[in-house]
């Protein structure tokens, strides 16, 4: 086990193991703790051990980042015994997979009755940016973190789930004062907040109702957004971290962001990383912290291997370290109803829960496993322990001290046959006491290792996205000869970076193939590990892996005449710039029109490729050069010499909400009208605005193709411009 590092007082402890590729967990007033796997089994841990039994399966799609997500248990549980659960249904009869929530009887420790359906999202196409958090507000309604699923555009579409935070009632309706309730759209009506990428993880402060969201980023920042007011943006995918305010006014600024390495590098230190998974809020009075933690917000990062914490009693956060070197793989970061943190430890399959004890007398708060290897496997035997400094250990062997065994983990290089017994440690320090651990059994058998070998891919094999990938291997050994199928395990692993995502094991084949998908990540350094593990009839394991590396082009994009914007991914950015991609993988290319720069207006004629102002296409094979071709508005001088520059975009749209870009040099009254062709008001809205830049959504609901205008009045005049809706 690696050696954490806690403020004094403060250790993780484990509640047992077992528990395979975790997403989260919750708190049962009965005492009970459910625990969710990837995999779609729902795990309860009772009496401190989980059950061996689950709880529940559900038949889940568990690709990539899918799966079984997320669970919150029913404010009135104790009284109707509900629990709901956020899970991936698998594709069937030619429809995509989808995420579904339900509600499950847990009166008792196997689920009573089936599933009830509350809610169906959208069909999926990217494997990853799922959300899938689940908590009850104070109000009793259920809350329910969503995804984009690698689609920017649909955060700021309230017609789509995606990318946004959910508020219901547990029959699935939306609440009657979520602030689009007003909205013709069933799916608008639920929506709580939306502009948001990956919210994986969200808490809700049980003593103030204050709703903070953790999401993950892209490529610089890592956000924690306030969402206990309801209707706001946070503004993905123009925005990603801090931003000036009065660029986006109807935007939301993070309470906090934290940023990733500099120039995209991968040494994570403490306070940057590269995926927050996980947050929760310090009780006031319900924990035994000491006073200088309750009331903080902590937070725990995926790379980097920390846990942070918030002040926020001066009003601005401030940050401070809190835990460093936690277990590799860590998320799900929450409070449990007796006041104290816990979090889902995937590397060892275990949950873990921080206790504190202001304890001089020496406490052991992990105790040594047993251990089982062949001959020549290295073992080791670990604790951790509470206590006044410096603690002293002695590790003994059949009750006898072994010489030089005096540290909290005991080692053997190589383990032979003679070192089969049963191992401890005492833990001493200068108040005089001792703490003894428990005893673990070291087995050591007579068994030759089997080896594994990856037939195919070979190494240097390389991908292109959207091609199917075959793999197959085999395993031999000394004593059982050849290792037969049922007895073979892969994985497969996603790297972006230094993390990866690690879908569930593939068991009982020697071979296989999968899909590498088109949509998803679109950075190009990522790459697949394939790993494959043979175990023979003792228990021995042997290991083999090979990476598979992506083909890769250039698209360099400009505009003609220079300087203008488009959008990548949904994402801003000024020319020219230069992008690489992975073969196949789907990007998005657009640009707004009309367009001002340097007091001109300029409208979008083409791209260099024919296609539409926003277009979709796969990665080409060759290096690609993309030009936005733009040409000038006769008779705009006027208004740009005014400095009343207007945009529109996304125009033409097939969207139910625009942006009006508009910059001010007072502070002015907006009247914004949709006009159709006969000139019959459709929607109007008012605006009062500071001087600046500023990007405003203009809501209109759903209508009917054709042009429309846009009439903005101010003290000084009337704007005009034309807005194509397309179906």
């Not at 069933?186 to 929506?191: G, L, M």
């Not at 049980?206 to 999401?215: L, S």
């Not at 068994?447 to 070979?458: D, F, G, K, W």
């Not at 230069?578 to 990007?587: K, N, Q």
Request: glycine share 10%.
């Amino acid at each position: 086990m690696k050696a954490q590092v806690y403020p004094a007082g403060f250790a993780q402890q484990s509640l047992g193991n077992g528990l395979l590729v975790q997403t989260a967990s919750a708190f049962a007033p009965d005492g009970r703790i459910f625990v969710t796997e990837q995999t779609g089994r729902i795990r309860i841990i009772k009496n401190g051990a989980p059950l061996a039994t689950p709880f529940a399966t559900l038949t889940v799609d568990a690709t990539g980042e899918r799966g079984l997500l997320g669970i919150a248990i029913d404010p009135d549980y104790l009284t109707n015994k509900f629990i709901y659960v956020y899970h991936t249904v698998p594709a069937a009869g030619g429809a995509a997979p989808y995420n579904r929530v339900v509600k499950l009887n847990a009166t008792n420790d196997v689920v009573s009755g089936s599933p009830v359906v509350l809610l169906n999202l959208e069909p999926l196409g990217a494997a990853i940016h799922n959300g899938g958090a689940m908590h009850f507000g104070l109000d009793k309604k259920l809350y329910i973190a969503v995804g984009e699923n690698a689609k920017p555009s649909t955060a700021q579409d309230l017609t789509n789930y995606g990318g946004k935070l959910l508020r219901i009632n547990t029959d699935g309706s939306p609440v009657a004062d979520n602030p689009f309730i007003a909205n013709a759209n069933e799916k608008a009506k639920r929506a709580w907040a939306y502009g948001l990428r990956n919210p994986f993880t969200f808490a809700v402060d049980r003593e103030t109702g204050k709703i903070f969201v953790n999401d993950v980023g892209q490529a610089l920042w890592e956000e924690i957004n306030d969402a206990t007011v309801g209707g706001r943006n946070f503004g993905w995918p123009t925005t990603e971290g801090k931003f000036t305010q009065a660029t986006y006014p109807n935007f939301t600024n993070p309470v906090y962001a934290y940023g990733h390495p500099a120039n995209g590098g991968t040494t994570y230190t403490d306070g940057n990383g590269c995926a927050i998974v996980g947050g929760a809020f310090i009780s006031t009075s319900n924990t035994n912290y000491p006073a200088e933690y309750r009331g903080k917000y902590l937070y725990q990062e995926n790379c980097g291997n920390w846990i942070n914490m918030l002040d926020l009693s001066s009003g601005t956060a401030v940050r401070s370290p809190f835990a460093t070197a936690i277990t590799n793989n860590s998320l799900g970061l929450t409070m449990g109803l007796d006041g104290l943190l816990y979090f889902s430890a995937r590397h060892h399959q275990a949950l873990y829960k921080i206790v504190y004890n202001n304890t001089s007398v020496p406490t052991i708060t992990n105790q040594p496993a047993n251990v089982s290897v062949a001959v020549g496997e290295p073992a080791s035997f670990s604790v951790t322990a509470l206590g006044a400094p410096p603690l002293t250990y002695q590790w003994q062997k059949n009750n006898v001290n072994i010489p030089g065994a005096t540290s909290a983990t005991y080692s053997i290089a190589k383990a032979a046959l003679t070192d089969n017994g049963s191992y401890k440690v005492i833990v001493s320090n200068n108040t005089g006491s001792t703490a003894t651990s428990n005893a673990a059994t070291l087995t050591v058998i007579s068994n030759s290792l089997p080896a594994a070998e990856i037939l195919t891919p070979t190494a240097g094999t390389t991908y292109v996205a959207g091609t199917t990938l075959n793999f197959s291997g085999k395993g031999t050994d000394p004593e059982d000869g050849a290792i037969p199928a049922a007895s073979m395990t892969w994985q497969i692993h996603f790297h972006h970076d230094v993390h990866h995502h690690d879908e569930p094991p593939r068991t009982g084949i020697a071979s296989g193939s999968f899909v590498i998908p088109q949509e998803g990540e679109t950075s190009d350094n990522v790459w697949y590990r394939i790993i494959l593990t043979v175990t023979d009839s003792e228990g021995g394991t042997g290991k083999d892996s090979v990476d598979i590396l992506p083909k890769k082009s250039t698209i360099t994009l400009t505009t003609n005449p220079a300087g203008l914007e488009f959008t990548v991914d949904g994402q801003p950015y000024s020319s020219p710039l230069t992008i690489t991609s992975v073969e196949g993988i789907l990007r998005t290319f657009g640009t707004t029109s009309p367009q001002v720069i340097d007091d001109a207006e300029y409208e979008f004629e083409s791209w260099s490729n024919g296609g539409e102002i926003t277009q979709t296409f796969a990665t080409p094979t060759d290096d690609l050069q993309l030009i936005a071709n733009f040409s000038t508005v006769v008779g705009a001088e006027e208004d740009a010499a005014r400095s009343k520059s207007l945009v529109l975009y996304p125009n033409p749209t097939r969207e139910e909400v625009i942006n009006i870009k508009i910059s001010l040099k007072q502070p002015e009254n907006l009247s914004i009208q949709l006009v159709n062709f006969l000139s019959q008001e459709i929607v109007s809205a008012k605006e009062s605005l500071p001087p600046g830049e500023h990007n405003i959504p203009f809501h209109f609901g759903k209508r009917s193709e054709g042009i429309y205008s846009v009439i903005i009045k101010t003290s000084a005049g009337t704007l005009i411009r034309k807005l194509v809706i397309t179906e």
